[in-house]
Each structure stands twice: as C-alpha cells, then as structure tokens.
Nanobody, 116 residues
Framework: QVQLVESGGGLVQPGGSLTLSCQAS????????MGWYRQAPEKQRELVASVRSDGMTDYADSVSGRFTISRDNSLKVTLHMSSLKPEDTAVYYC???????????WGQGTQVTVSS
C-alpha cells in the first residue's frame, strides 16, 4: 500500500513563490508517474504537473513556465511554484500512478492560497 505525505502549501501574495513536496512510502513496479493535481472550489480536479520515472514531465498550460517539478529521488518529488496568481488558489493533491495500469494513489491534499 502506497502512502503519500505532502508538505508545503500555505498563504502567499500574488507574484510570490511556494514549494510543495511529496514523499511516497514505496513505489510500484514498472514505469510510474508522480505529480500534483489541484482542485479549486466548484471546479474539477486538474493536473498541474507530473514527472515519470523515466524523467518525462508534463505541465498544465496554465502553469508552464511558472512551475517546475523535479524528482529528488525515486520516492520524492518537489513542485516549485513561482509568479503565483490568485487563480492558482486550490487544494493541491499529490498523485502517484503506474503509467500503464494499476492503482491510483492520492495524498490528503494541502491548501495553497494566493492572496494579498
């Protein structure tokens, strides 16, 4: 059973920066992706950024150029968020999933609020 522990998040002013980290207790066999989704009130959960175990990354258009995801090791990823906007406000969820098939794992979520 995979457990995901998130850290970071909080309140930041527009234009500011914030870092989120996600630590997995274990990883699945084979190719997998680890990353972040977010959900704002009354909106669907959406992909923010992910990185696969082969190094391939994927970003939402809305954050490309402002956010950077990195793999610290096979069990941990970090999301560096800069030039934050009020529309980035949401609950951010860490996600780990096998690329081809298997269980989708979620963290408990951490609140990011961008406000002056």
């Amino acid at each position: 059973q995979v457990q995901l522990v998130e850290s970071g998040g909080g309140l930041v002013q527009p234009g500011g920066s914030l870092t989120l980290s996600c630590q997995a207790s274990t990883i699945p066999n084979g190719l997998y992706a680890m990353g972040w989704y977010r959900q704002a009130p009354e909106k669907q959960r959406e992909l923010v950024a992910s990185v696969r175990s082969d190094g391939m990354t994927d970003y939402a258009d809305s954050v490309s150029g402002r956010f950077t995801i990195s793999r610290d090791n096979s069990l941990k990823v970090t999301l560096h968020m800069s030039s934050l906007k009020p529309e980035d406000t949401a609950v951010y969820y860490c996600n780990l999933r096998p690329v081809f098939s298997g269980t989708n794992y979620w963290g408990q979520g951490t609140q990011v609020t961008v406000s002056s």
